[in-house]
C-alpha cells in the first residue's frame, strides 16, 4: 500500500511520501506566511488552522500573495 499523497498547488500535481500539514507545506516552499492568503479546496481558512490540518489527496492549494505598492 502506498503512502504517496497527490495534490495541486497552484494548478501544479505534487506528489507527497509525508503527512504534512499545510503549515509543514507552506514552508517547504518557502512562502512568507505573513504576506499570503490561502485557499483550500475553495476554502479560506484562518492561519491558525494550518498547523493542524493535514493534506490529503486530491486537495487543491491556490496561495494569493499581497503584494505592497502605490
Do not use: H, P, R
Request: charged share 10%.
Amino acid at each position: 500500500m502506498s503512502n504517496q499523497i497527490n495534490f495541486k498547488l497552484n494548478g501544479q500535481c505534487y506528489i507527497s511520501n509525508n503527512n504534512l500539514t499545510i503549515y509543514q507545506l507552506l514552508n517547504y516552499f518557502n512562502y512568507d506566511l505573513a504576506l499570503i492568503v490561502l485557499e483550500y479546496n475553495g476554502t479560506i481558512y484562518s492561519k491558525t488552522k494550518w498547523v493542524n490540518l493535514k493534506i490529503q489527496s486530491n486537495d487543491q492549494f491556490e496561495v494569493i500573495t499581497i503584494v505592497g505598492g502605490g
